[in-house]
């Protein structure tokens, strides 16, 4: 079924899966990858529950991009945000199982697509907006930069208090300039142990670092590693 245009002010998210790029040299590995986060994104989204705020998206290679469809009185509620950030935690949770990482920012503002059909056997989409652009701009470039596994909503432009505080319990308070929802955990209370754990696996690459260039330095690369 082919996707609805659309036009006006709603939460945007850019999703993608983590190290794509090294995972191409494995074919069989990235091909799975792909099947995994299309199947995965087709099914969560094919079967929403009706009544509620509805998620609309496209993927394309290696990306996703999720919306809210609704009346812009709505689109920008908390719990409109809330339904996007539900699709985006079964999405993280499902890739998870089969190994596979993501990130995923979210932007609110002015959103557009359009499906152009050329002539048979080429399609052509045109999306664009400042939410669209934020969310891209966000994962690809923002800082910090986003690491994998992680979810954030940029608080640029976010209506009433979503800038801050408010809406769902594991959106943790405004930090620099995002909010980051911990889709991981079920308990907010665990945020705090879980960043400390994750942090911790960068500074235990960045000692392997260390120590694989002490050992190289010191001539010590043979032997039994």
Not at 28 to 49: E, M, P, S, V
Request: net charge negative.
């Amino acid at each position: 079924m082919p996707l609805n245009d659309y036009d006006g002010t709603t939460f945007v998210s850019f999703t993608d899966i983590s190290g794509f790029k090294e995972m191409m040299q494995d074919r069989k590995k990235a091909g799975l990858a792909l099947d995994g986060f299309y199947q995965a994104g087709y099914d969560i989204l094919r079967n929403q529950t009706p009544n509620t705020h509805r998620v609309d998206g496209l993927f394309v290679s290696d990306c996703g991009v999720l919306f809210i469809r609704e009346e812009e009185t709505e689109a920008g509620s908390p719990d409109a945000l809330n339904a996007l950030l539900r699709v985006i935690e079964d999405l993280s949770r499902r890739l998870l199982r089969v190994h596979v990482m993501l990130t995923s920012s979210v932007a609110y503002g002015q959103f557009s697509y359009h499906q152009r059909l050329e002539f048979p056997g080429i399609e052509k989409n045109r999306f664009f907006g400042y939410a669209y652009l934020d969310a891209y701009l966000d994962n690809s470039s923002g800082h910090p930069k986003i690491q994998p596994g992680q979810c954030r909503v940029v608080c640029r432009g976010l209506p009433g208090q979503l800038a801050v505080s408010g809406g769902e319990s594991r959106l943790a308070q405004k930090r620099g300039e995002h909010r980051y929802f911990y889709w991981m955990l079920s308990d907010p209370a665990e945020i705090p142990a879980f960043d400390q754990r994750y942090g911790n696996t960068y500074l235990l690459k960045y000692k392997g670092m260390l120590d694989a260039l002490r050992d190289a330095a010191a001539g010590n690369l043979g032997g039994d590693a």
